[in-house]
């Protein structure tokens, strides 16, 4: 029989089959029965190699049946979780919990809390924490008010009408005025754009 030909696939119905069908060298246990093997290792009868194949076909049958058995275990302890109302979320809450308890009692958690103990008593640190504080306070001060005074423009600007919040000039008018045009700031503007379009 050419091996080539032959059905590996030891979860097939076909194992040992060939391609014609037949049973080739595979025995019931589905270990390859010794007149299949033409050469024994060294120092091996063919009493011993069968006496192997049957052991080997025992133990397969026997890592089968611990399949089914550890299956079926599983499948109880599933059931018997759901009865009790054990989740898998409630048992990562519980594996969580335990190891930050674990986290908190190890040698190096201390070790960092207690570090970190002495530096919030340290004077540096309370000198820097009341800086920070006081900068705090009188930035959130300086926010307050400028929001305070940029409502109050932006109010005063909704009571006048638009036509109105740029004088007596509309907004063509204030852009075709010829200080605007001769400003600096409209120059320098104006030649920005102008290299634009000539790059």
């Known amino acids: 029989m050419d091996p080539v030909g032959q059905d590996i696939n030891l979860n097939s119905p076909n194992k040992g089959l060939g391609p014609a ?10 270990a390859m029965g010794v007149a299949a093997v033409n050469t024994l290792p060294p120092g ?10 049957s052991d080997l076909a025992k133990v397969e049958e026997e890592i089968n049946t611990l399949r089914q058995v550890l299956l079926a275990k599983e499948k109880h302890s599933a059931d018997l979780k759901r009865k009790l109302g054990l989740s898998p979320l409630n048992e990562l809450k519980q594996n969580l919990t335990k190891g930050w308890q674990d986290v908190q ?34 930035t959130t001060a300086a ?57």
């Open 21 to 30: 069908g037949g049973v080739d060298s595979l025995t019931e246990g589905g």
């Open 143 to 199: 926010f307050s008010t400028m929001g305070t005074v940029l409502s109050r423009k932006l109010g005063d600007m909704r009571a006048l009408p638009f036509s109105n919040s740029f004088g007596n000039y509309s907004i063509r008018q204030s852009i075709s005025m010829p200080t605007m045009r001769n400003s600096p700031t409209f120059k320098s503007f104006e030649d920005k754009v102008g290299n634009i379009k000539l790059g």
């Open 44 to 53: 091996l009868t063919e009493e011993e190699a069968e006496e192997l194949y």
């Open 105 to 138: 009692t190890s040698n190096a958690y201390l070790t960092a809390s207690e570090t970190l103990d002495g530096i919030a008593q340290s004077e540096a640190y309370k000198k820097t924490s009341e800086t920070l504080s006081v900068a705090g306070q009188k």
